[in-house]
């Protein structure tokens, strides 16, 4: 069950007529879950999660802004602020947990994301050379951490501290941190093939 995950890496493909986001569980090859789209990934459908041996049972929704529960009824939702010379803000608002802020954890995160020297390293080379860390927390609530690793290709580790944080919502975290503030080449390669007159 995804809701038992306590540390799973997150990676994507992408596609014109398809996204899908992949969970595999720490130590595993298979993978736990798929989030998937008809769609490229800046088609507004939402994510549909799907867990069970075949990966066919629906888990519920996920976009940018919102988790629902297969039954349509929403978790919560994330909110995302850009600021400039502090770092981002970060809100992770779940119904029954309340609201978990996230800042960047690390020296080489809070460099890169909490000083003027984001202007230079928020660039596709940043990505490439750097991981970006956050950690969701509140007073209520030991949270969770995800990190979009170095590399050219977006992927992301999720560890969760807080069994009650639900999955679901980290995945529109991690969506909406994929879409608005990482780079991935490949997302570049599919809006030129969809629209050679992009770019």
Request: charged letters at 25%.
């Amino acid at each position: 069950m995804m809701q038992s995950l306590g540390s799973f890496t997150v990676t994507a493909e992408y596609g014109r007529s398809h996204t899908t986001f992949l969970l595999h569980p720490e130590g595993q090859r298979e993978p736990a879950a798929r989030m998937h789209k008809d769609g490229a990934y800046e088609t507004r459908y939402p994510f549909r999660v799907y867990t069970g041996v075949g990966l066919d049972e629906l888990a519920g929704y996920v976009t940018e802004f919102a988790a629902m529960t297969a039954e349509r009824v929403e978790v919560g939702t994330v909110r995302h602020r850009e600021r400039t010379l502090r770092p981002d803000d970060w809100t992770f608002t779940q119904h029954d947990l309340g609201v978990l802020c996230g800042l960047p954890e690390g020296s080489g995160s809070r460099l890169r994301h909490s000083s003027p020297l984001r202007m230079v390293l928020g660039h596709s080379w940043g990505d490439a050379l750097f991981s970006y860390r956050l950690r969701f927390r509140s007073a209520e609530s030991a949270g969770f951490a995800f990190a979009r690793l170095a590399g050219v290709r977006a992927r992301y580790t999720v560890t969760v501290h807080d069994p009650r944080v639900s999955r679901l919502l980290v995945l529109a975290c991690v969506t909406q941190f994929n879409t608005y503030a990482a780079t991935d080449p490949r997302k570049s390669a599919v809006d030129l093939t969809a629209n050679p007159l992009r770019g």
